[in-house]
């Protein structure tokens, strides 16, 4: 009877702890996917060149004088285009330490504190304010403190608790940054397609006709470019809003991230920044 009995409680501690073993990766599985889609969102990196390289696109349809003022904006253009692109790095950075943290060992990410070398500046005319780069310094130290520990005694609950403030701050500097970038591509186009609008019902003489017609189809495919344009603006934003979202919704949910409403609610916000990394890739 005693042989039994322990025969039936070693088969129920053996059912117990390989339950708990296939359970453990799986239950942040979701957490795992949300951060992985996050880091590769795309977009902002792009947008953020497109912003840089504005006068190169709208140089050839100036005058004289707004050229001198476009070589200006130019420069301050550049001037802070590194600081824009350290703030996306360092999220992504953070999301792909989240991964790793919460079970996936697809990235190597040592090398990358690098990165994180260099501070930002405040700058009035480009948006960033002084939170952001509080935000941005308080995110560099965390990261370096976790990777350089060899992601020991770390969890993702406590990377998400100390995360969660700098991780609004940053996002909701990119958000404003890619507002910034769309309202001056809303310039450029003005400028760009304003020319055609002007010139071109003036040009009525025959001997016009096949420069009218070359001009046509130059207006046609700048309209085309930018409103392509205009919608990767609106994915960028809507990915970025997602990210948010769906990190600020684990920090209310940190002691939950096992429930299944919780992982279902992560699923859900990992799809949707998917779908919005394909369709940004799609067009």
């Known amino acids: 009877m005693l042989r039994r009995i322990a025969y039936w409680m070693l088969l129920l501690a053996t059912s117990v702890l390989a339950g708990c073993a296939s359970q453990g990766p799986v239950s942040l599985q979701e957490v795992r ?3 992985d889609a996050s880091a590769r969102l795309g977009g902002y990196a792009e947008l953020s060149r ?3 390289d504005t006068f190169e696109r709208e140089q050839p349809y100036l005058s004289p004088v707004a050229e001198r003022l476009a070589r200006e904006n130019d420069a301050r253009r550049r001037a802070v285009y ?3 692109v350290a703030i996306q790095k360092t999220l992504v950075l953070y999301m792909q330490t989240l991964s790793l943290l919460a079970g996936d060992a697809r990235y190597d990410l040592s090398e990358r504190i690098d990165d994180l070398g260099n501070g930002l500046k405040a700058n009035a005319d480009s948006g960033l304010q002084q939170r952001h780069i509080a935000a941005y310094t308080g995110m560099s130290r965390l990261l370096t403190r976790v990777i350089a520990s060899g992601y020991q ?3 993702v609950e406590t990377m998400v608790r100390d995360g969660d403030p700098d991780v609004q701050v940053l996002l909701e500097a990119m958000i404003s940054l890619t507002r910034l970038y769309y309202k001056t591509n809303e310039n450029e186009k003005k400028t760009v397609l304003g020319i055609f609008d002007v010139e071109i019902p003036f ?5 016009d006709r096949m420069l009218v017609t070359l001009a046509k189809v130059h207006y046609l495919n700048k309209s085309t470019e930018y409103k ?4 990767r603006y609106e ?4 990915g970025l809003t ?3 979202l769906g990190h600020q919704k684990m920090r209310e949910n940190l002691n939950r991230l096992t429930n299944e409403d919780v992982r279902r609610m992560l699923r859900t916000y990992g799809r949707d920044v998917r779908i919005i990394r394909e369709n940004l890739s799609g067009d």
């Open 153 to 155: 005694n770390r969890s």
């Open 203 to 207: 040009s009525n003489r025959n001997s």
């Open 235 to 238: 994915l960028a934003l809507q």
């Open 50 to 52: 497109r912003y840089r």
């Open 242 to 244: 997602k990210v948010a």
């Open 33 to 35: 996917e949300f951060a």
């Open 82 to 84: 590194d600081d824009f």
């Open 228 to 231: 392509l344009i205009d919608r």
